[in-house]
């Protein structure tokens, strides 16, 4: 713009304004797109769980949920310009929605580790769900010697709430945090997807079998104190 009317600057004449104004590079957040609704949730799921910061509370917490799983492409990373705090702004953020029909993978940790990481193919129906629930929950919950009062968290989604799972959960007295939907900043596991999409990253994959394996590696390298850190962090009010 400056061109078109006879000026000319440099790039790093760009750079040093910006800095000059707080402004410095970052890569873009993503962020699932929100509607209303989901907003009105969230901050009634904020308002539900507030007051609740007992520690040993969220250390019995075993948190999960599902990543998508796919090779790193140009639409996974972008670099903006922000100021510090303005990382959640709508602008400099990538939103992202549902993935449908990809390799996904589901995961689970507690302060004390990560749990199971099982990969499905393609769509994961609430039959799935409950196969994963049946094979992975409680050894997950022996592995990392989670208390007798642990509370199991998921979120909202149809397949998760779903009347077959439900039936399972009840009849293996599971207990269910309450969980408010679409809340992308509440789940501590997201830190940890961020930490192992970072590490899988780095090591560079070139096909969907190496990436399955490379993260299955990754994840089981991720240490215990990273865990515990993230319940800890977990702060809704």
Excluded at 106 to 132: H, S
């Amino acid at each position: 713009m400056l061109e078109e009317t006879g000026t000319k600057v440099s790039i790093s004449t760009v750079k040093r304004v910006l800095y000059r104004h707080n402004l410095k590079g970052h890569s873009a957040r993503k962020k699932p797109l929100l509607q209303n609704r989901h907003k009105k949730k969230t901050d009634y799921g904020l308002q539900l769980h507030k007051g609740i910061k007992i520690i040993l509370f969220w250390r019995n917490v075993l948190w999960s949920d599902d990543t998508k799983l796919g090779l790193f492409g140009h639409n996974d990373h972008r670099y903006l310009w922000r100021k510090r705090g303005y990382a959640c702004k709508l602008k400099n953020t990538i939103p992202t929605v549902k993935h449908v029909g990809a390799s996904i993978m589901w995961g689970c940790f507690a302060a004390g580790g990560t749990g199971a990481l099982p990969k499905i193919d393609g769509i994961m129906r609430m039959e799935n769900y409950v196969d994963i629930l049946k094979q992975h929950l409680k050894t997950s919950v022996r592995k990392l010697k989670l208390g007798h009062k642990w509370v199991f968290q998921m979120n909202n989604n149809t397949k998760h709430t779903s009347k077959v799972v439900a039936k399972w959960l009840k009849d293996n007295k599971v207990k269910v945090l309450e969980w408010p939907s679409q809340s992308p900043d509440l789940n501590p596991i997201n830190n940890l997807w961020a930490e192992l999409k970072k590490r899988v990253r780095a090591r560079r994959p070139t096909n969907r079998t190496q990436l399955h394996q490379l993260c299955h590696k990754e994840w089981a390298k991720i240490h215990p104190t990273y865990c515990e850190k993230l319940p800890e962090m977990f702060d809704p009010s």
